[in-house]
Every structure is written in C-alpha cells, then in structure tokens.
C-alpha cells in the first residue's frame, strides 16, 4: 500500500523556522518526484514546492509565495521529504500536505493527511 | 503561472440531481486536468485525471470531459456522499494550480 505520512507541524512565532517530513513507503520512492500542497483553514489548496527525482537531478522548484523562505529536499535512502520553512509569516498559517505525481497525467496520489502549521505571536 | 477558474464556487443540490462543474484554464492546457475530492478534514483524493480519466474505484457517475482550455465534471446521479468539495488541477506546468473549489451542499 502506498502512503505517505507528514509530520513536524507546531505552533511557532512569526519569524520563525520549522522544518515538516514526510515519510514514504509502497513504492519506489528514488523514482518519483514529490511535492508539498497547502491548505488554509476553509481555504483552496495550493501548491507550495516540488523536488524531482536524482535522474532529474534533483530539481526543485516553489511558489513564488515561498520561494526564498522554504527549502524542500530529499533523502532517497530513508524514503523521506522535507520541507524547511524558514521567515514564517501568519499566512503561512495552513495543514501541508505531501503527495506524489502519477503516470503521464502527473496527478496527486495519494495525499498524506496532513500536518498543521500554526505562524502565531 | 496558468490561472484556474472553478465555476460555480458553490451549488446546492437534491440526491439523484446531475451535477456539473466547470472548469477554465487560462490557456491551453491540452488534457493535463485532474479533478479531486475533499470532504471536511481529510485530504484530496484524486477522481479525475488526464481530463476523463476515472481513477480506478471511483464511481462511474464521475466523469470529465474538455481538452484545451475548457473542463467539466459531471456527477451524473448524486449520491449522499458526493456532498464535498471539488478542486480543478492542471499539471501542465510548474507551479501547478488549482482552481478555488467547488462547494456542493445539500438543498
């Protein structure tokens, strides 16, 4: 089965660093190329960041929203992601999510269930 | 970056209505469309892919249509549990985007 389970979220000030995981396991993980989206509460989902895969030389790339503040990364021998999140602002206020893209359509499955980040003085 | 627009943003309905909901993307997209499912407090999960795609244990009254710029999902006979919201996604580039969401509620 395949899942994805995030982790890390808190409660933290704004100015602040936290650093979320997401633990993979069901498939090949080396090969597949992962993402953050995010959620504020009673808001739409959007997309924060995404790494490619060492074939593709690990290529990164983020919402303009984050960039220069968030740092996803990998470690393909644990099967982990992280996502470093650096100059926290209130609006960062939101449950992230890890996921992965499938086939030629490069769709999202599955989601993790999600870890909240609380920016908050 | 290739805006998505939902429409409506909301709607309410009966058990047993046709439901549709569109979908336009700034520009073309060709079929790189995905469409999901959020009920409250869980996370998406995929019903649509590759614009009419259904994704294996999906009911067959989902369906999706549209190539280019212009998508629908149609739910042809709403069930109870269809009651969520539906995200439009296109994956045709970077930054991939959502359209804002779909609420279907209960009339």
């Known amino acids: 089965e395949v899942q994805l389970v995030e982790s890390g979220g808190g409660l933290v000030q704004p100015g602040g660093s936290l650093k979320l995981s997401c633990a993979a396991s069901?498939?090949?993980?080396?090969?597949?190329?992962m993402h953050w989206v995010r959620q504020a509460s009673g808001k739409g989902l959007e997309w924060v960041a995404f790494i490619r895969s060492k074939a593709k030389n690990y290529a990164t790339v983020y919402a303009a929203s984050v960039q220069g503040r968030f740092t996803i990364s990998r470690d393909d021998s644990n099967n982990m992601v992280y996502l470093q999140m650096n100059s926290l602002k209130i609006e960062d206020t939101a449950v992230y999510y890890c996921?992965?893209?499938?086939?030629?359509?490069?769709?999202?499955?599955?989601w993790g269930q999600g870890t909240l980040v609380t920016v908050s003085s | 970056d290739i805006q998505m627009t939902q429409s409506p943003s909301s709607l309410s309905a009966s058990v047993g209505d046709r439901v549709t909901i569109t979908c336009r993307a700034r520009?073309?997209?060709?079929?790189?469309l995905n469409w999901y499912q959020q009920k409250p407090g869980r996370a998406p999960k995929v019903l649509i892919y590759g614009a009419s795609s259904l994704e294996g244990g999906v009911p067959s009254r989902f369906s999706g249509n549209g190539s280019g710029t212009d998508f629908t999902l149609t739910i042809s006979s709403l069930q109870h549990e269809d009651f969520a919201t539906y995200y439009c996604q296109q994956s045709y580039t970077t930054p991939r985007t959502f359209g804002q969401g779909t609420k279907v509620e209960v009339k």
């Open positions: 069901g498939f090949r993980f080396s090969d597949s190329a």
């Open positions: 996921t992965r893209p499938i086939g030629p359509a490069n769709y999202f499955d599955p």
């Open positions: 520009q073309s997209i060709s079929t790189y």
